[in-house]
């Protein structure tokens, strides 16, 4: 009998449940890498937008990138709204809060819609849902992007379909973790996690090259084609995403224990034999925490009660009962100054290296991929320590006391050459990207089933949606601050850039003291099971 091929053997080496995984892993890496390609023309088209120029002896001036000179215009006439600074109504001196106002409309819209966004998905099928929200979202990121095409200078039309835009793409994020989160169970979470998240930074990275290949020529393009592409993208969502493993009679974990159980959204499952006693429900860790708080090891909101097997499914968390869950509040609000600093560099920092640099629009942006580019390197890092640590929330406060100094030296070395800018900016974006990404990925599964939620595991969508929501808020909150603080020097706005880093380290502080007082806690002592 003749040798199988190598090709082959390698193929049958893996189970069917480990293929569906594989696929479903990249499947949802694909659909929100392309939200993120959508949200990232606008940082790009800025420096078209607007053009620097300056007033000289009556005259306007136009720095032209390539060689360093100006050469004089003449004045030009006012009633034509395409002018040498740029596009109506970004060309006039008032330019960086309008565009401030153009971010802040759409990160304002997506973080009110977040919090609606998680308790409508629990709600609905996953696959609809998410189709619905991707071809939604990819109609209002070309719509955008027609404005150049049939000339239109109304800043409430751009306003409009940036609010729309940001409504119908919070539909992404509660929708992918939860899918993710039914296939994969807790085992190395960080680590699988972490090389997932690194899908906002490939999607920044292509939004980047692909607005940027337009963006000097016709930038209404640099809008379209990723809005095709997200569109696209959700078609594909509505033939392939399967939302849970036992849709198609997989396993969503690797059994290792006598005790089998299923860490899905729907139900865990025991296989049939004794319960044992009630104290040998609660972990090591928990019985640590209960002990170092001055009560009894066994209390009735730690115990794990699981739905007899064929049960009904158990109704959706509610939201205040979301915020009850031990570390939600915490991460939360950390989230929301650290996702201020990372949107800040999202949408401003194109604009900041075209000001310091004197790049034009498409080699500022794709100098800013380099951000993006540590950032997957940063999400990694922080999803494989906080695993070999067990301690989710010292991790975060690690790489957040680091990040605050790495911001002032970019701040100063950038304006000393281009080899300096690089070096910065891949630590930049490692540093400010790894708790960032750790928080809406693996803590924020972890939290969404907790131990107190007492086998109901409808609470993953809600609990994401409340976490990513109020780091959107910062998200909305850094680049309209970074408008209003930059017209008075981008020192300030590096300066509000550490505040911020400061405040999200200072939310963690209580839950780090709860880890280092607790070995072997993770998300202070909120992780429900450990798999070997």
């Not at 959204?265 to 860790?285: I, S």
Request: charged residues 15%.
């Amino acid at each position: 009998m003749a040798r199988l091929p190598a090709g082959i053997r390698f193929i049958i080496s893996f189970s069917r449940d480990q293929w569906y995984r594989t696929f479903i892993f990249i499947l949802t890496f694909l659909l929100y890498a392309s939200f993120h390609l959508s949200r990232k023309p606008i940082s790009i088209v800025k420096g078209e937008l607007h053009k620097y120029c300056a007033a000289e002896n009556g005259a306007e001036v136009r720095v032209n990138s390539q060689s360093q000179k100006a050469s004089a215009l003449p004045s030009p006439q006012l009633l034509d709204n395409e002018t040498d600074c740029g596009w109506a109504p970004f060309d006039q001196d008032n330019y960086q809060q309008l565009l401030g106002a153009l971010d802040y409309s759409f990160l304002c819209a997506y973080a009110i819609g977040m919090y609606l966004s998680g308790i409508i998905g629990e709600r609905l099928p996953i696959r609809y849902y998410l189709t619905f929200g991707m071809l939604a979202s990819g109609i209002f990121t070309a719509l955008f992007g027609l404005g150049y095409f049939y000339n239109i200078h109304s800043f409430g039309f751009y306003v409009v379909t940036q609010v729309i835009n940001g409504l119908v793409q919070t539909t992404g994020w509660p929708s992918v973790v939860t899918c993710l989160s039914n296939w994969f169970g807790k085992g190395r979470r960080g680590l699988i996690m972490g090389v997932w998240n690194s899908h906002t930074s490939v999607g920044n990275i292509l939004g980047s090259l692909i607005a940027g290949y337009w963006v000097s020529t016709c930038w209404g393009l640099s809008f379209i084609v990723p809005g095709a592409i997200v569109a696209a993208m959700g078609i594909v969502c509505f033939l392939f995403l399967i939302e849970h493993p036992k849709d198609i009679a997989c396993s969503s974990t690797l059994v290792a224990h006598p005790k089998s159980y299923e860490n899905g959204v729907h139900r865990f499952r025991l296989q049939k034999q004794a319960l044992p006693d009630e104290k040998k429900l609660l972990d090591p860790e928990t019985q640590c925490l209960l002990l170092s708080d001055g009560k009894r090891a066994v209390h009735q909101n730690h115990v794990i009660t699981l739905p007899a097997e064929g049960g009904g499914s158990m109704a959706a968390i509610s939201f205040t009962g979301a915020l009850k869950i031990p570390g939600v509040v915490e991460f939360s609000l950390c989230l929301l100054f650290a996702k201020l600093v990372s949107y800040t560099f999202l949408f401003w920092l194109p604009l900041y290296i075209t000001s310091v640099d004197h790049l034009d629009a498409k080699e500022a942006g794709e100098l800013s991929t380099l951000f993006d580019v540590g950032g997957i390197f940063g999400g990694i890092l922080a999803g494989v320590i906080s695993d070999r640590l067990e301690k989710r929330a010292s991790t975060c406060g690690l790489m957040l006391l680091l990040a605050a100094p790495t911001l002032y030296i970019f701040s100063t070395i950038s304006k000393m050459g281009l080899e300096a800018t690089i070096a910065m900016l891949l630590l930049c974006g490692a540093l400010v990207s790894g708790p960032y990404a750790l928080i809406t990925t693996a803590v924020s599964a972890d939290l969404g089933t907790h131990k107190s939620l007492k086998g109901n595991s409808h609470a993953l969508a809600t609990v994401t949606a409340i976490i990513d929501g109020t780091g959107s808020v910062g998200a909305a909150l850094g680049p309209l601050l970074a408008g209003l603080i930059s017209p008075s020097g981008w020192n300030n706005v590096f300066y509000m850039l550490m505040f911020a880093d400061a405040c999200a380290l200072l939310f963690l502080i209580r839950l780090i003291h709860k880890e280092l007082s607790c070995p072997g806690s993770a998300t202070g002592g909120q992780v429900p099971f450990k798999e070997h």
